[in-house]
T-cell receptor, first 112, second 113 residues
Framework: QQKVQQSPESLSVPEGGMASLNCTSS?????YFWWYRQHSGEGPKALM?????GDKKEGRFTAHLNKASLHVSLHIRDSQPSDSALYFC????????????FGAGTKLTIKP | NSKVIQTPRYLVKGQGQKAKMRCIPE?????VFWYQQNKNNEFKFLIN????????QIDMTEKRFSAECPSNSPCSLEIQSSEAGDSALYLC???????????FGKGTRLTVV
């Protein structure tokens, strides 16, 4: 079983709409979470990190973490066609230099 | 924008051939990761280094995979005898330290025919 599960596998949202992505960890050691975005032909790029309970907002992106349930979400408001990409949730057990474990990704398509 | 440089971008090898790919981490980034991303976009952690020392690695008992990050030279990942199942995107990433972002390169896409 994957330690980081993402849903949905794919999501289609109209331009200007809200996209909501979900991630749950099955490993209680995971306390640090990131969202990465990967466009076709590129490597992943970190969007946001979130380490504390609650919301974290950066521009059009808002991440929410609930440590008790090990659930983290990403909300993208005013979605743009350039937001179409693969989105990965990633987690690690401590904020050192150990490996980061990735989920299987959500494919987001923004329809013009 | 990431300044992690991976070469080559594409690599085609026959089964049983050696495949070698290189990575230049961002300047000032002593921590380097290698990941394998398969055709289903799933990530598999392979190994990470801090300076020249291995921090963590998967069980490479097959001995087909080896990696190193020598000082003053690019890091490298080598597959001694390529198999069809090794076909994937190999991603190198680096970070400055504990509380900094991890930057990925564009990857080397290996196809084993």
């Amino acid at each position: 079983q994957q330690k980081v599960q993402q849903s949905p596998e794919s999501l289609s949202v109209p331009e200007g709409g809200m996209a909501s992505l979900n991630c749950t960890s099955s490993d209680r050691n995971f306390q640090y979470f990131w969202w990465y975005r990967q466009h076709s032909g590129e490597g992943p790029k970190a969007l946001m990190s979130i380490f504390s309970d609650g919301d974290k907002k950066e521009g059009r992106f808002t991440a929410h973490l609930n440590k008790a349930s090990l659930h983290v979400s990403l909300h993208i408001r005013d979605s743009q066609p350039s937001d179409s990409a693969l989105y990965f949730c990633a987690a690690s057990a401590n904020y050192g230099n150990e490996k980061i474990t990735f989920g299987a990704g959500t494919k987001l398509t923004i329809k013009p | 924008n990431s300044k992690v440089i991976q070469t080559p971008r594409y690599l085609v090898k026959g089964q049983g051939q050696k495949a070698k790919m290189r990575c230049i981490p961002e300047k000032g980034h002593p921590v380097v990761f290698w990941y394998q991303q398969n055709k289903n976009n799933e990530f598999k952690f392979l190994i990470n280094f801090q300076n020249q020392e291995v921090l963590q690695q998967i069980d490479m008992t097959e001995k087909r995979f080896s990696a190193e990050c020598p000082s003053n030279s690019p890091c490298s990942l080598e597959i001694q005898s390529s198999e069809a199942g090794d076909s994937a995107l190999y991603l190198c990433a680096s970070r400055r330290g504990r509380d900094t972002e991890v930057f990925f390169g564009k990857g080397t896409r290996l196809t084993v025919v």
